[in-house]
């Protein structure tokens, strides 16, 4: 099932407008698209969520209830965890340290941290890596499930001591904190992912968005 509602960004006269669907008229002046050039081409927007199955080797955040897009806000906590080299997400909460339900992350935000940066791909080297200290701390009793605690050793935790004992490039781990991890890592997704909620959220309202040029 494909989760991307597909907004369309284009320009006919001023500013940026966005849709579900290239109209046939431009919002602004009224000019009949099918014979008006555009100033900017149509483009699908890049839709920031993925299935974490989808994403090996990566941090992955999704709302601790609901998904991003429909139920969301800045003041709800996120539940954070790991992906395998196989898709699969280990997740520490109150049933402990499991990995059984990656099928209900399907809409996430994937932080890669082991990919090489030009090509995207995953370093093999580092990739074994990466399986074996996330499968040995999936046998750690440290991350039972009475131990889990909401506030002080949660989800973070778990995420916090894989990157320490991982030791990715990149990555400060030296007194990593949550406060830490969530400035080096995902505040940069978060941001971008926001400006796509925000965006989606107004046209379910609205027909058209439209965004006016910036001032020079």
Not at 20 to 34: Q, R, T, V
Not at 107 to 112: E, T
Not at 149 to 171: A, H, Q, R
Request: hydrophobic share 35%.
């Amino acid at each position: 099932m494909n989760l991307d509602p597909g907004i369309v960004c284009y320009q006919h006269c001023e500013g940026r407008l966005f849709s579900f669907s290239l109209p046939s008229s431009c919002y602004l002046c009224g000019a009949d698209l099918s014979v008006e050039p555009l100033t900017c081409p149509p483009f699908r927007l890049p839709y920031p969520f993925v299935r974490a199955s989808q994403a090996p080797c990566s941090i992955v955040i999704k709302p601790t209830k609901g998904d991003f897009l429909h139920d969301y806000r800045s003041s709800n906590d996120l539940h954070i965890g790991v992906t395998d080299s196989e898709g699969r997400v280990f997740e520490y909460d109150h049933e402990g340290l499991h990995s059984d339900y990656t099928s209900s992350w399907t809409q996430s935000l994937a932080v890669s941290v082991i990919s090489d940066p030009a090509t995207g791909r995953l370093d093999p080297v580092w990739l074994e890596y990466w399986d074996f200290t996330l499968h040995t701390m999936a046998q750690d009793p440290t991350w039972a499930e009475d131990r889990y605690d909401e506030t002080s050793f949660n989800c973070y935790s778990f995420v916090l001591e894989f990157l320490k004992k991982l030791g990715p490039p990149g990555i400060k781990t030296k007194g990593l904190s949550k406060t830490s991890l969530c400035e080096q890592l995902l505040v940069p997704h978060t941001t971008a992912a926001a400006k796509y909620i925000s965006l989606y959220r107004k046209l379910r309202t609205q027909t058209v968005v439209a965004v006016p040029p910036m001032k020079q």
